[in-house]
């Protein structure tokens, strides 16, 4: 369940940017990419897990072993069909900077603008590119970026928390030893939904929030 905060006028206008951008056809030339990140705890079996066999699951020991974690970067594109995962160490400001750099500079080199849709971490904003890249060449990666970012306590309004929960469902509800195992099962759930071209529905608009949220407003 999501828990709505305090409706104020600057939470409708964040919400209505938003709806507004969901609402916009396709274009190719200009994707909306929505960010968000994940944290996976890495675990080992204890003891060897007793094999498949028809009728009979495999079965493994309770106990395990922590193997660490590791920071999954997903930006999905709803109307497009297309993501974009990467594993990383950790998430701090350089290498969220530099995920944004490989969207921008790769997957979506020929886009002649790209809005990109986050909640408010401390490592989303454009200073942090300026003290990461310096104020010049952050410039000129931004160009062509537009931010728009979710009220406070509403990532319920970023798709990239959709995409996160069928990430979790179909490739990352089970135990993953190691980074290299996780790169591997990541890389291949992304692979087939891409070439699937998997989009998500959004049909939440301006209009349903104001019907179910207006008496909450203030002003």
Not at 18 to 31: H, K, M, V
Not at 59 to 83: H, I, M, S, W
Not at 112 to 135: I, P, Q, S
């Amino acid at each position: 369940m999501w828990c709505i905060g305090r409706l104020t006028e600057e939470y409708r206008q964040r919400m209505y940017d938003l709806l507004d951008l969901y609402a916009r056809p396709f274009r190719s030339g200009e994707p909306v990419i929505c960010l968000d990140e994940k944290s996976k705890q890495l675990l080992k079996d204890s003891r060897t897990p007793l094999p498949i066999r028809p009728g009979v699951p495999v079965r493994q020991d309770y106990e395990y072993l922590r193997g660490g974690t590791c920071n999954l970067f997903v930006a999905v594109e709803p109307k497009g069909g297309r993501r974009t995962v990467l594993v990383t160490d950790r998430r701090t400001k350089p290498d969220f900077v530099a995920f944004v750099q490989y969207l921008l500079n790769t997957v979506y080199a020929k886009a002649r603008r790209v809005h990109l849709v986050m909640d408010n971490l401390n490592t989303h904003f454009r200073k942090c590119f300026e003290e990461v890249l310096g104020a010049k060449a952050a410039k000129a990666l931004l160009r062509r970026v537009v931010f728009h970012y979710t009220p406070k306590h509403a990532s319920w309004l970023n798709m990239a928390e959709i995409e996160i929960g069928i990430l979790d469902r179909q490739c990352l509800d089970r135990r993953l030893p190691d980074r290299a195992t996780l790169v591997s099962e990541v890389d291949a759930w992304q692979q087939r939904r891409n070439a699937d071209q998997c989009g998500i529905a959004w049909s939440f608009t301006r209009q349903d929030a104001d019907m179910k949220m207006a008496r909450h407003y203030v002003s």
